[in-house]
Structure formats: C-alpha cells, structure tokens
C-alpha cells in the first residue's frame, strides 16, 4: 500500500535504482527523551521515525540506498542534547528528525549547523529555534506564539471577569507558552490574578494550589509538560477545586490520564487538528492500530518530518544539507499530515491549533473554540 508522499519519490527512487547496485546505507537520526519523565514523548517520536523509515525503504529508499535508523536519548536535558547534536555531526548524519523539548532542539541545532545536518524538529515549538536566521532548522509543528495566542484569546472571551492562574515551569517550552498566552489574555483585556513558576521534576503541588483555592481561581493555564500538569490537577481535584484546567500541546499523550485518571476529565489543551483523523494519513494510521499502535501525538508529525527530508534529498539529487535545505523551503511537499510548505524562516506557512478536551473515557476530542468549557 503506498502513502501520500510516495507520489513523490517515486520517479527520482526508480531511476536512481535503474544504475545503482548494492548501495551503502544512509544513516539518519532520530531524537528526543526516550528514557525520563517525557519518554512518552520520546516513544511517539521513535515510532513515527522506525515506520517512516521501512516505507521509505519499501519503496525503495533514497536514490537507490536504503535508510538506517540512529536513535538519540535527550532525556529532555540541554546538555545531553547538545552532545547528541555533536555525536550525529561528527558521523555526518544528513538529517534528524528530533528534538521533542524546545530546550534540546535549539541546543543541538547549533552543532547540526556547524555539521552540516538538517534539522526537522516535529514538536518543538518556541519561536527561537526558527528565529536565528539558521539555514537547517525546520519544523512540522506550529509556534508557541501562535498556541499562546489562541488560548489567551480564548480566556479572555469566554472567561470575562474570573479569576485567572497562570503556571509555567520555568523550561523554554513551558515559560515561553505562558508568556505568549499571558500577552494575548492581557491584550484581550483580563489581567491574571496569579502569576507562579514550578519546577519540573516536582510532585507536591499542594502549596500552590491551596494558594489558588485561596485566590478563588477559576481557570488555570499551565504552561509545561504533561507529568507535572497531570499532578497539578489531581491536587486540585483532592482539595475540592473544580476550576479549569487548560494547557498546551504537551498533553497530548495518553499517559496524562494514566496520571489523573477521572481528574482528568475536561482538562483542555491546545494542539494541532487531529492528524489520526485526516485522510492523508489514513493509511499510516491503518498499519499502526494493526500493530495494536496508537499514533497519537506527535508520532504522524515524526513520520512526514522523515518523508519531507526524503522527498527534498530525492528532488535535490543529494543528500547535501544546504542544497537539501534550499530544496525543502522552496518546495511544497506531500506529507501524512497534508501539503506542507515553509517560510524563509522553516516554519511552516500555516497554523492549524485547535482545543481539545479530555473526557470520561480517557480520552481526548476535538472541541469547537468557545465551546469547551
């Protein structure tokens, strides 16, 4: 069965194969946190990356040489994640497709620049990794200043003249989100009540959130990750809090409800719309519940990271990471998650946030804006 994106390699795969004999593998890598507290994330990753990768190969791989798969453990740590980025230069890997953390991704960037790797990060989403006029990063996500943006501009409507919390645990992702939407609930004339930091890795939340009970707080946004929001709300729900809960796309992993449980029921949070659900992907999504696999997250973004790498280095006739950059921005490409094309920047040229909400069953759905409350 072939995806979308095979339309595109297709000719270029076939007349590379027609002069090529047994070819010498392709390394590419693959990186995030795969073991830790955000290793969830890491498996998501992992998997779109191994899927995208036998595809690829299936079909015939890239100008005749198959793909070899190097994993990198980040661990969502700065300096494990540099060090990555430094080990994947020196063995002159053409293209990662990683980090998850913004923290890790715009590190590691700077050693894939002077190695001369492209970077397509499917997750990382603050601003600063496409904002230093480096010509290898590219993204399949949207920004923080776009999630922000809409979350903010959604509180400030729905939520006039209630109180309001907002949390960020002091990581690049994490404060860089609540910043963006702090900006736009101000703009949107509502003023938060509270303004706290935490720190990752923390577990007792009680102080805080009988601080919130205290300030009689009725929404509460959270910028950060999915482990320490998950205890955040569970705490509240203890102490007899029943306000809102809304985040960002770091929820969008089951094991957040694995950390609620029935806390968790109409918890919202910001993401792209459901990629499991679009009819390029249908294909993909089909191979993956076969193997008792759910795709979620940010696993399809992983897999059209690989086939956009794929289709430009076909195109370019190279893996070469300049000419493969040049190819990517200039091109529109074929992806399990719909056509894809990028700015001068490497982002990608539109923005499809929308809310989610976790229900009874464990589960989270699309819910239209101003609706999910």
Not at 54 to 76: F, T
Request: hydrophobic share 35%; glycine share 12%; net charge positive.
């Amino acid at each position: 069965m072939k995806t979308i994106w095979l339309a595109g390699v297709a000719l270029g795969t076939s007349l590379a194969l027609a002069g090529t004999g047994a070819a010498q593998d392709i390394t590419v890598g693959v990186a995030g946190p795969m073991t830790g507290q955000y290793a969830s994330f890491g498996t998501q990753l992992k998997n779109g990356a191994e899927a995208a990768v036998a595809d690829i190969n299936a079909a015939g791989g890239v100008m005749g040489k198959k793909l070899k798969l190097e994993i990198g453990d980040d661990a969502c740590d700065p300096k494990q994640a540099r060090a990555i980025g430094e080990k994947f230069a020196s063995a002159k890997l053409p293209f990662v497709a990683g980090h998850y953390c913004s923290s890790s991704s715009i590190p590691a960037s700077e050693a894939y620049q002077d190695g001369g790797v492209v970077q397509i990060t499917p997750a990382s989403t603050n601003p600063t990794f496409t904002e230093r006029n480096m010509w290898n990063t590219f993204r399949v996500c949207g920004r923080d200043d776009q999630q922000g943006s809409i979350a903010g501009d959604f509180v400030a409507k729905t939520y006039k003249g209630k109180n309001i919390a907002i949390l960020q645990d002091k990581s690049t992702y994490g404060k860089g989100l609540a910043d963006e939407m702090k900006k736009a609930l101000n703009k949107g004339g509502l003023k938060e009540k509270m303004y706290e930091a935490y720190t990752q890795g923390d577990k007792d939340f009680n102080s805080l959130v009988s601080k919130m009970k205290a300030n009689k707080i009725d929404v509460v946004y959270v910028g950060g990750y999915h482990t320490e929001a998950g205890l955040i709300l569970r705490q509240m729900r203890s102490q007899g809090m029943t306000s809102q809960m809304i985040s960002g796309d770091a929820i969008a992993t089951n094991e957040f409800w694995s950390i609620t449980g029935d806390a968790g029921e109409g918890m919202m949070f910001t993401f792209g719309s459901d990629p499991r659900k679009r009819p390029t992907a249908a294909a993909i999504v089909k191979k993956f519940k076969d193997k008792n696999v759910d795709p979620e997250g940010y696993t399809l973004y992983t897999y059209a990271a690989m086939s956009i790498w794929t289709q430009a280095a076909t195109k370019a006739k190279t893996t070469d990471g300049k000419k493969v950059a040049e190819t990517i921005k200039a091109g529109k490409w074929d992806t399990v998650l719909g056509p894809i094309s990028y700015d001068k920047k490497g982002d990608i040229t539109t923005v499809d946030y929308v809310f989610y909400k976790w229900s009874k069953d464990g589960k989270y759905d699309e819910v239209p804006t101003g609706k999910g409350s």
